[in-house]
């Protein structure tokens, strides 16, 4: 009950999509994209949140596709195919996002799916091979997953999709997020955002709530298909000052630290539970079998569905028995499988279950009674040896479930599209999100003489920047060079650049004495994660006199020493520091010195950027994919076309077949007309069965336009029989009816005794009467034409006539109903007191007989009562009182 309370403020809080939104024209998506599934949730005008279902009904999808013969299926279509075509389905390929083909997770991906992988000789990532030899990138294949998440809210919605928030796991680095949305931009997806699965959940968690006593912290553990995280969130309600007098209230979700095991998952103890299958069907069948079904791609996939299936009935009963039809070598495998056995079999996992969430309190140097709560989401959490960990150590009090653990993170995410759009109006949350992994800046200092010195090591954005942050870094340099960013402390190397055109300028200005100069490098760490050179400047201080006695030995000092303090720090002072508040202070260019005697010089510096470690997709790669996925897309237009044709070329034929047998449809046609229609119904039924596999699609629309021809005007004749006799009854009524009225009006307003009184003249209701006379005649006279006529002729008295004869007749009567009299003017009350002193006569009888009223009397019948909900300060109180009214 209290799910279901709370599913219906959300519904409450974000139906003011509805009532506040301005007309658009296309609604935004939010799409959980998991490694065993994925959900779409879509917000539209008149529409709330709300989750979409796919073309099987259903609020879920499988994240999977299979090529067969060329043509792509995916969810339940390729589910069903994989038993066949293992190696040409491609299960969780969210896990193969970013990575290189020669990395761990690649590697364990291909010896646990039997899927071909090639290593792509330029980018070094993983290229999958159909059973053609095509090869496609896995942004491709996600591409293809995500284009068909936007197709099914385009049919769902009825309305093209403008926008889209994508989720992911906050272990994301630059390369896998990177990845995705290229995958999207395949798709012909605009991604409003990245939106990190946790945060998204917290975003649902917090738009059902409001926090008056102060802030709140909870950690959502999240178990999932392929990863689990725990995350701290704090929640808050703050208030900005909108104006000087107005504030405005808004939800604050602040990621406070994030931890995460990206190997333990829902995925994992199919694994376990899938090689301990094998194992026991090749014991079975010891010495009966040619080989293992270890070496079986088809009996492994078998094994991997049915030990899903297991997994999720054991999550709720003690046993349960194994059984697959057919596993290899025509054997079949039944085997009972208990509860205990499946947590035995995950003992080395169960030490891991807890990990995340000690070390997210870790991060935070916080404990867990400080905390209001730890929030299960994820289907990984259902199984049982999981929730027995986490219930022993953790108080069973702080442990809840109070959001829906599959489908927050999908409603979140459509809920931050509605706000990042600018589309909808609703409810104001802010979202404070942080960087996972710091990013250095490598480089090395300035050369000095022959000595050499080390390259420096600057973070310039920690792992606990938000994200959105930008920096200026500083460097203190008089000549071209490079630099590094990479994930600190990792060895990875994000991207390589080179400062260049600070040469062309010390050479420019070599008749000069460069007092000081500082090079400035803007960076950003976007919402999605990804970060990004934004330019380089160079401010040089130009001595503008003779080189004095001071700044000689400064010179000598500084050749003796080396690198000033300065030189080497690298760091990014706070002056620096770009924020969303305002931009970094910066010395303006051309500006002069008096006292120093210089003059400071701006110039406009290139910076080269050579991504490395994982290059994303060029712009010739996406360009060609898009091609390949737009021809891949036509295709699947023109075989759905055909299929939907030759079905309804085949339903025409059976409903034709039918209709020879109907007793209507007989007393409309001829024998000859019935023979005819037979003998066309059974030439198109053998041109189905010899030649609608090599049939194009114009085909078979030709094919069933011919039996149209035939069976339109017995469909048309049929109808007219069937429901002609009604229409006429209809009219009929109407005709009655209005002449009755007609009469009426015309009693009543001859009987007037001023003739200016009348609303209508006596023309006007001749008129209408003649005209509801003559519809009258034309019934009359159609119903004898029609008496002459045979069933199987063409009818001349058909409903669609009778009908709009029907509105013609309302039509005419309509004045008759809504014409009103014109009030007539009234004199002043003083008046009517001068000329008529019967009534002050008439007022001191009534007063004597004690009918008059005092003031009080008069003010307490006036008065609104306690339950008068139209009253004003009643409405203003309900408004207030209601959390979802006072928000908006």
């Known amino acids: 009950m209290l799910f279901l309370n709370r599913c219906l403020l959300a519904a409450a809080v974000v139906a003011l999509l509805a009532l506040l939104c301005a007309p658009v024209s296309a609604s935004v998506i939010g799409i959980d994209y998991g490694a065993e599934w994925f959900k779409v949730s879509i917000v539209k005008t008149g529409v709330p949140l709300e989750l979409v279902l796919n073309r099987e009904s259903k609020r879920k999808t499988n994240a999977l596709m299979t090529f067969n013969k060329g043509v792509r299926h995916f969810g339940s279509d390729a589910v069903a195919l ?19 083909c020669d990395s761990n997770v690649a590697e364990g991906y291909s010896h646990e799916f039997p899927v071909v992988l090639k290593k792509d000789a330029v980018r070094g990532t993983c290229l999958a091979l159909d059973e053609q030899g095509n090869e496609y990138s896995v942004e491709e294949l996600v591409g293809m997953q995500l284009a068909h998440a936007k197709e099914q809210a385009v049919l769902y919605g009825q309305e093209s999709v403008s926008g889209a928030v994508i989720t992911v796991p906050p272990y994301f680095n630059q390369f896998e997020r990177q990845a995705i949305l290229d995958a999207a931009e395949l798709a012909k997806l605009n991604v409003l955002s990245l939106i990190n699965d946790e945060t998204a959940v917290a975003i649902n968690y917090g738009m059902l709530r409001r926090f008056e006593n102060g802030p709140e912290y909870h950690i959502f553990y999240d178990m999932g298909a392929g990863n689990t995280v725990a995350s701290l969130i704090k929640f808050s309600n703050e208030t900005i000052k909108v104006s000087k007098y107005k504030n405005k209230h808004i939800i604050q979700v602040e990621v406070v630290a994030t931890a995460f095991d990206t190997t333990l998952g829902g995925q994992s103890i199919d694994a376990k539970i899938q090689k301990d299958l094998a194992e026991k069907f090749t014991d079975l069948n010891k010495g ?51 509860r205990k ?89 802010s979202v404070k999100d942080i960087n996972t992994f710091p990013i250095e800046v490598v480089y090395s200092p300035e050369p000095k003489g022959d000595k050499k010195r080390p390259a420096f090591h600057t973070t310039v954005f920690s792992n606990t920047t938000l994200l959105g942050a930008e920096k200026i870094f500083n460097f203190k340099r008089q000549s071209n060079f490079d630099f590094e960013l990479a994930y600190k402390g990792s060895g990875v190397v994000i991207a390589q650049g080179s400062i260049g055109g600070i040469d062309e300028f010390v050479e420019k200005h070599k008749d000069q004495q460069i007092q000081e100069s500082k090079i400035k490098l803007g960076m950003r760490l976007d919402s999605n994660g990804i970060v990004s050179i934004k330019e380089a400047r160079g401010y040089f201080d130009i001595h503008n006199g003779p080189k004095g006695l001071f700044d000689s030995l400064k010179d000598g000092i500084q050749s003796v020493l080396g690198a000033t303090k300065d030189d080497e720090s690298g760091e990014l002072p706070g002056d620096d520091v770009k924020t969303a508040d305002g931009a970094a202070n910066e010395t303006e260019a051309g500006t002069l010195d008096s006292e120093k005697k210089f003059t400071t010089e701006k ?12 290059v994303p997709l060029s712009v010739e790669e996406k360009t060609k994919s898009r091609s390949r996925l737009s021809e891949m897309d036509a295709e699947d237009a023109r075989r759905k076309a055909r299929e939907e044709a030759r079905n309804q070329l085949e339903t025409y034929i059976y409903s034709s077949k039918e209709l020879l047998w109907d007793d209507d449809a ?3 046609t001829t024998e000859e007309q019935r023979e005819t229609l037979k003998q066309r119904l059974e030439e198109k039924s053998d041109w189905l069965d010899d030649e609608a596999e090599k049939a194009e699609t114009s085909a078979f629309v030709k094919q069933k336009r011919e039996i149209e021809d ?26 009655e009816n209005s002449l009755a009225l007609a009469q009426n009006v015309s009693e009543r307003e001859n009987k007037l005794p001023d003739p200016s009184d009348r609303l209508f003249s006596v023309e006007e209701m001749e008129k209408i009467t003649k005209n509801v006379q003559d519809a009258e005649l034309w019934l009359n006279t159609k119903l004898e034409e029609q008496s002459k006529l045979k069933s199987y002729e063409t009818p001349v008295l058909q409903i669609a006539e009778i009908q709009r004869k029907s509105r013609d ?80």
């Open 666 to 668: 007989e007393a409309v």
């Open 710 to 735: 035939l069976r339109g005007p017995i469909d048309f004749r049929r109808s007219e029989l069937r429901g002609r006799d009604e229409a006429v009854k209809g009219l009929r009524a109407v005709i």
């Open 288 to 338: 009966k079998l040619k080989g293992t079904a270890f070496d079986d791609p088809r009996a492994m996939a078998k094994f991997r569905k049915e030990a899903n299936r297991i997994k999720h009935i054991l999550s709720a009963n003690t046993e349960t028995y194994a059984s697959i039809e057919g596993v290899m070598e025509d054997r079949d495998f039944k085997v009972l499988y208990t």
């Open 341 to 429: 056995e499946l947590e035995a079999l995950s003992a080395d996992l169960v030490d891991r279950v807890l990990l995340p969430i000690n070390e997210v309190l870790e991060k935070a140097n916080a404990t867990m009674d400080k905390i209001n709560s730890l929030v299960l989401v994820g289907g990984g959490v259902r199984v049982p040896f999981v929730q027995q960990v986490l219930y022993k150590s953790i108080d069973e009090s702080k442990i809840v479930k109070n959001v829906n653990q599959d489908e927050a993170a999908v409603l979140g995410a459509g809920f931050w599209a509605a706000t990042l759009s600018k589309q909808f109006k609703v409810l104001e949350i």
């Open 82 to 100: 994989n038993g066949r075509f293992p190696k040409q389905t491609y299960p969780a390929l969210k896990r193969l996002l970013g990575q290189i």
């Open 603 to 614: 110039a406009n510096l290139t910076v080269a950027i050579q991504w490395k470690t994982l």
């Open 809 to 888: 007749v309302s039509g005419e009567v309509t004045p008759l109903l809504l014409r009103r009299p014109k009030p007539k003017k009234t004199t002043s009350a003083k008046k009517k007191t001068e000329e008529s002193p019967k009534t002050e006569e008439a007022d001191k009888t009534k007063e004597g007989e004690g009918a008059t009223k005092t003031k009080a009397e008069e003010e307490e019948t006036t008065k609104p009562t306690a339950g008068d909900s139209t009253s004003e300060s009643s409405s203003r109180a309900t408004n207030k009182d209601h959390p979802v009214k006072k928000e908006l």
